[in-house]
T-cell receptor
Framework: DQQVKQNSPSLSVQEGRISILNCDYT??????FLWYKKYPAEGPTFLIS?????DKNEDGRFTVFLNKSAKHLSLHIVPSQPGDSAVYFC???????????????FGRGTQLTVWP | DGGITQSPKYLFRKEGQNVTLSCEQN?????MYWYRQDPGQGLRLIYY???????QKGDIAEGYSVSREKKESFPLTVTSAQKNPTAFYLC?????????????FGSGTRLTVV
């Protein structure tokens, strides 16, 4: 059973507009959330993270919002650029719980396409 | 430069053969992980190791084996028991409590069974 869900397999956005990628989770013990970006035939690269004690974290064009009560997070990219076209993975972790310490649970990913 | 090296980048295997994928890191990370990526499936955990000489099964460990004799190395063997081994394999590592930046991933190995 997937504990981290990305329900939209794909998203298409025009260059310059906002991209919003969504992620839901089921485990209320998760306390750290991350977004990764992946190009074909490459490993994922870290993009941005947020701790459960915050509801927003911003880094340049990228902002992650966390709604703990809804068990939902979103990644906003503003403005979107063609180079942002990639698969975006949402991940969650529950630090400090024995054998699962540090383990990340990944969603299935959302393919973002930014067109000119 | 510190990082994770996976080799080879492309690997072809005949049915019935075992094959070993290499993963080496010089980040001094304690924990290492193997994931498999299939289209539409995201990243699925095969095995992970939090310290040398110790490892645990992930969600899809059947047909795979690992060893962790050195901190820097975490090779994955895909055995003939793995029914559908064609996939993109990713190795990752992390430091304890390193959830600010999560994992560092290698560039992956594409395994194709012919």
């Amino acid at each position: 059973d997937q504990q981290v869900k990305q329900n939209s397999p794909s998203l298409s956005v025009q260059e310059g507009r906002i991209s919003i990628l969504n992620c839901d989770y089921t485990n209320s013990m998760f306390d750290y959330f991350l977004w990764y970006k992946k190009y074909p035939a490459e490993g994922p690269t870290f993009l941005i993270s947020i701790s459960s004690i915050k509801d927003k974290n911003e880094d340049g064009r990228f902002t992650v919002f966390l709604n703990k009560s809804a068990k939902h997070l979103s990644l906003h990219i503003v403005p979107s650029q063609p180079g942002d076209s990639a698969v975006y993975f949402c991940a969650a972790s529950g630090v400090g719980r024995g054998s699962t310490l540090g383990r990340l649970y990944f969603g299935r990913g959302t393919q973002l396409t930014v067109w000119p | 430069d510190g990082g994770i090296t996976q080799s080879p980048k492309y690997l072809f295997r005949k049915e019935g053969q075992n094959v070993t994928l290499s993963c080496e890191q010089n980040l001094n990370h304690d924990a290492m992980y193997w994931y498999r990526q299939d289209p539409g499936q995201g990243l699925r955990l095969i095995y992970y190791s939090q310290i040398v000489n110790d490892f645990q099964k992930g969600d899809i460990a059947e047909g795979y084996s690992v060893s962790r004799e050195k901190k820097e190395s975490f090779p994955l063997t895909v055995t003939s028991a793995q029914k559908n081994p064609t996939a993109f394999y990713l190795c990752a590592s992390s430091s304890p409590g390193g959830m600010v930046y999560g994992y560092t991933f290698g560039s992956g190995t594409r395994l194709t069974v012919v």
